[in-house]
């Protein structure tokens, strides 16, 4: 399987240049061909530092000469649309980077390409793929545990003034605690304070989230509280090496501690950020669909909610419903 990446920036070297070098490390049939960006020299510096074959400053003559099984998209939100499109028209599955464009017509307009190109995109919200949140899953559906009545989940940032952080980024903490609840989101109720935006709503399958996005609290840190049943779970995700890196869950039932764990599978793995915050794990998700040519559940498609309800906390609407009354599931354009 020839892989490629375009876009050879902090987040590739700090994330998916390791992951994908270790991936080709373990995985007799995985080849590291192009990697590309405008700036040539990080280009080169990439490639030499991961193990790629070539260094390109060009999409088109990449995806030419390559012919990649799969690539790989981590581009500014500003330019997916335009790079992660080129790609799927050409029929190449294709994994983005979050958010997913920088809007939901432009999502759309990823979904048409995916069409065009009779293939899939793969939307990179890493928090579904931590080896905390896995193992909170793993729990929650066993046959022990009853439905998700409740998630509570608390974002906090350290300083982040930028216009479109709800989007940009707290759109992490909507995808997680919809991913942790096992349902769809249908509709929500938005208050805006001074330094939180607090989100209220309701799944499809009747489960309450709750979700607080703070950008300038004191700390960078992610925290979550599920209800089911008789159950109670408590996680403390990993933000990169924060104060709750490698993660940790907490399982109750009655009351009484059932188990605790991270979910990471061995010790030397707790001071790998790419290990501990889902990257190696999403990565290789994608790379499984893409061998097994299966559509994988983190399609374009299943982010159009989410992508819908980051949008109007970013107009500050305080009520949200998915579909929008005049609208259909798949064409819900904001």
């Known amino acids: 399987m020839n892989v490629c990446i375009v876009g050879c920036g902090s987040l590739a070297r700090r994330a998916y240049g390791p992951v994908l070098r270790?991936?080709?490390?373990?995985?007799?049939?995985?080849?590291?061909?192009?990697?590309?960006?405008?700036?040539?020299?990080?280009?080169?510096?990439?490639?030499?530092?991961?193990?790629?074959?070539?260094?390109?400053?060009?999409?088109?003559?990449?995806?030419?000469?390559?012919?990649?099984?799969?690539?790989?998209?981590?581009?500014?939100?500003?330019?997916?649309?335009?790079?992660?499109?080129?790609?799927?028209?050409?029929?190449?599955?294709?994994?983005?980077?979050?958010?997913?464009?920088?809007?939901?017509?432009?999502?759309?307009?990823?979904?048409?390409?995916?069409?065009?190109?009779?293939?899939?995109?793969?939307?990179?919200?890493?928090?579904?793929?931590?080896?905390?949140?896995?193992?909170?899953?793993?729990?929650?559906?066993?046959?022990?545990?009853?439905?998700?009545?409740?998630?509570?989940?608390?974002?906090h940032r350290h300083g982040r003034t930028e216009p479109r952080f709800f989007l940009d980024t707290g759109i992490h903490a909507l995808d997680a605690a919809a991913h942790i609840s096992g349902g769809t989101l249908a509709r929500a109720s938005i208050s805006y304070e001074a330094d939180a935006v607090l989100v209220r709503a309701r799944t499809a399958e009747g489960a309450t989230l709750s979700i607080d996005l703070v950008p300038r609290s004191g700390a960078n840190l992610e925290r979550a509280l599920v209800v089911a049943g008789e159950r109670v779970l408590t996680l403390e995700l990993p933000v990169w090496l924060s104060l709750d890196a490698p993660g940790r869950l907490v399982h109750l039932k009655g009351d009484r501690r059932e188990s605790v764990g991270s979910g990471l599978d061995s010790q030397a793995d707790e001071d790998t950020p790419w290990m501990t915050n889902g990257f190696f794990h999403e990565v290789s998700a994608f790379l499984d669909a893409v061998e097994r040519r299966e559509v994988p559940e983190s399609r374009l498609e299943a982010a159009l909610a989410v992508m819908s309800l980051a949008e109007a906390i970013l107009r500050g609407d305080e009520a949200w419903a998915w579909p929008r009354p005049g609208s259909s599931r798949g064409s819900d354009v904001v």
Do not use: I
Not at 67 to 90: F, K, M, N, S, Y
Not at 100 to 111: F, I, K, M, N, R
């Open 22 to 155: 270790a991936l080709a490390d373990r995985r007799g049939d995985l080849r590291l061909g192009g990697c590309c960006d405008m700036q040539h020299d990080r280009t080169q510096v990439f490639c030499t530092e991961f193990g790629f074959g070539t260094a390109y400053s060009s999409l088109d003559r990449m995806l030419e000469r390559e012919l990649p099984d799969a690539v790989l998209v981590v581009v500014q939100p500003a330019q997916t649309a335009e790079v992660a499109g080129q790609v799927l028209r050409r029929g190449t599955p294709t994994f983005l980077e979050k958010p997913p464009g920088t809007s939901s017509a432009e999502l759309l307009d990823l979904v048409a390409a995916s069409a065009e190109g009779r293939t899939w995109g793969f939307v990179a919200f890493n928090r579904r793929y931590m080896p905390v949140v896995a193992l909170a899953v793993e729990v929650l559906r066993s046959a022990e545990t009853g439905p998700v009545s409740l998630v509570r989940y608390d974002f």
